[in-house]
């Protein structure tokens, strides 16, 4: 009886799969992808835009971190030509900070982006982001 327990311990599954339904015949939603490369630019060092990301203290949620169905819950589908952002490139993916955008929307909104610099200043001037006054200036034009 005690070998046949061991044998029933040592067939069971080390971890627990939830079925979300967005792996399906080995493809991979567009949604869960958007998800995975999240998790990794936040958590995984070895992965080359930590830098940008978890290297500079983006995180994801706790609640969305270990939960795709929590995170998929909140933005829903991946509209045709978009893929994940985050509104202000300064904080984390978490509720309120995340959409479906565009390349054209997001460029506008990289740290290199005149417009996203210019966006900063303009914050800093009128006291609304006084940690930005000072750190970054307006490249010059070409």
């Known amino acids: 009886m005690q070998e046949q327990e061991n044998e029933s311990i040592k067939a069971k599954p ?29 958590t995984n060092p070895r992965v080359k835009q930590f830098k940008d990301y978890g290297g500079r203290g983006i995180r994801m949620c706790p609640e969305w971190l270990h939960d795709f169905a929590a995170f998929f819950a909140y933005i829903g589908p991946c509209p045709l030509g978009k893929s994940l952002d985050r509104i202000d490139n300064r904080e984390g993916y978490e509720p309120g900070n995340v959409q479906w955008s565009t390349r054209q929307e997001q460029a506008v909104n990289r740290r290199t982006s005149n417009q996203y610099i210019a966006r900063r200043l303009r914050e800093a001037a009128s006291g609304e982001n006084p940690d930005f006054a000072g750190s970054q200036t307006l490249p010059k034009a070409a």
């Open 14 to 42: 080390r971890h627990i799969h939830i079925k979300h339904g967005h792996c399906q015949n080995g493809k991979r939603s567009k949604e869960f992808v958007a998800w995975v490369g999240a998790k990794q630019r936040c």
